[in-house]
């Protein structure tokens, strides 16, 4: 991937007002055509993922792929013009775009992009580094970042999508691991917890388990 060709990823959350459970099943059901309709036609790359029942702070997310920030704002534009805009609230919107990582040769650290396919599960979470990290020198970190990509060589199943937050967002990096199985992760992250890199962790929460749901069911599954 050259420094011209990058992507922008959005993760935006969202809550649904209790109020919207009280309108007609058909009503909602058109009002979900409306969504599905509104996505399909803005030309935008997205999936879709319930969190409810998971979370307090958000029931679905609406993960984007884009050549540029505008057109979040274009397709967050057409969604809120909806019926069913009105009776939703971002709850956490994230912003990162990829770049070529400086640890490894592989560029395939965003298996979404690579054309890999979507699997059951996405966890989703910020992640911020210590500045102590980034003032050693560069080939001590490539000795530990070369431990912590052996770890998640374990684990082939599970898909990591490494994205950069640096500068327009509030995090260094957002990570999006793909799983069919939750188990995989968690032994993944444990493992992870033991090598020398995570004792340069500042943040890696809120850590947001979100199952794969098209948006025609997961509209209808809000009540």
Same mark, same amino acid.
């Given at each position: 991937m050259s420094e011209q060709e990058r992507t922008f990823f959005n993760f935006s959350f969202f809550k649904v007002d209790p109020k919207w459970r009280w309108m007609a099943d058909l009503a909602? /059901? %058109?009002?979900?055509? %409306?969504? %599905?309709?509104?996505?399909?036609?803005? *030309?935008?790359?997205?999936?879709? $993922?319930?969190?409810?029942?998971?979370?307090?702070?958000a029931e679905f997310l609406i993960w984007y792929a884009a050549e540029s920030v505008e057109r979040f704002q274009e397709v967050a534009a057409k969604l809120y013009a909806t019926v069913f805009g009105k009776y939703v609230m971002a709850t956490r919107v994230y912003?990162?775009?990829? =770049?070529p990582s400086v640890y490894s040769k592989s560029q395939t650290t965003h298996g979404w992009l690579a054309g890999q396919e979507q699997k059951k599960y996405v966890v989703v979470y910020p992640f911020i580094k210590t500045r102590e990290? $980034? !003032? !050693?020198?560069?080939?001590?970190r490539k000795e530990m970042m #070369? /431990?912590?990509? #052996?770890?998640? *060589? =374990? $684990? *082939?199943?599970?898909?990591l999508n490494t994205t950069y937050s640096f500068g327009i967002h509030d995090e260094d990096f957002m990570l999006a691991f793909e799983t069919d199985t939750l188990e995989r992760f968690q032994d993944l992250i444990m493992d992870l917890r /033991?090598?020398?890199?995570? =004792?340069? &962790? *500042?943040?890696?929460?809120?850590?947001?388990?979100? &199952?794969?749901? %098209?948006?025609?069911? !997961?509209?209808?599954?809000?009540?």
């Open positions: 909602k /059901e %058109e009002s979900a055509k %409306e969504v %599905e309709n509104v996505l399909r036609n803005s *030309q935008i790359r997205y999936r879709s $993922y319930s969190t409810l029942g998971l979370r307090d702070d912003l990162s775009s990829t =770049r990290w $980034y !003032l !050693l020198p560069i080939e001590k #070369a /431990e912590h990509i #052996a770890v998640g *060589q =374990r $684990y *082939q199943d599970v898909y /033991e090598t020398q890199v995570s =004792r340069y &962790v *500042q943040v890696d929460t809120p850590m947001i388990v979100c &199952v794969g749901k %098209e948006i025609f069911p !997961l509209i209808r599954s809000l009540g």
